[in-house]
């Protein structure tokens, strides 16, 4: 059995940055793509971030791309989301998954494990 716990959430304000972590329990973290998620209120739950297995391959949603970094540690079983220059649109709570691949899809359909959320506010 796979857990994922997100930290890093907090409130920042426009134009700051925040980092997100996911740390992984199990034995398929370096076997398995992750991704970052995200859920705003009223909102469907929508793709931000995927990672491939050595990190080299990442994907961004076109709404972060330029302003947040994925990133992972294989050595600590943890998944990074460097998020810069913040927009108020950037507010919802962030979900880590992990990918029942060694690839990754945009849909949450495609991963197995999920954290419980952190939440991110960005005030203006």
């Known amino acids: 059995q796979v857990q994922l716990v997100e930290s890093g959430g907090g409130l920042v304000q426009t134009g700051g940055s925040l980092r997100l972590s996911c740390a992984a329990s199990?034995?398929?973290?370096?076997?398995?793509?992750m991704g970052w998620f995200r859920q705003a209120p009223g909102k469907e739950r929508e793709f931000v971030a995927a990672?491939?297995?050595?990190?080299?391959?990442?994907d961004y949603v076109d709404s972060v791309k330029g302003r947040f970094t994925i990133s992972r540690d294989n050595a600590k079983n943890t998944v990074y989301l460097q998020m810069n220059s913040q927009k108020p649109e950037d507010a919802a709570v962030y979900y880590c998954a992990q990918s029942g691949w060694t690839t990754w899809r945009r849909s949450s359909d495609g991963y197995d494990y999920w954290g419980q959320g952190t939440q991110v506010t960005v005030s203006s």
């Open positions: 199990g034995r398929t973290f370096s076997s398995r793509a």
């Open positions: 990672i491939g297995l050595r990190g080299y391959n990442t």
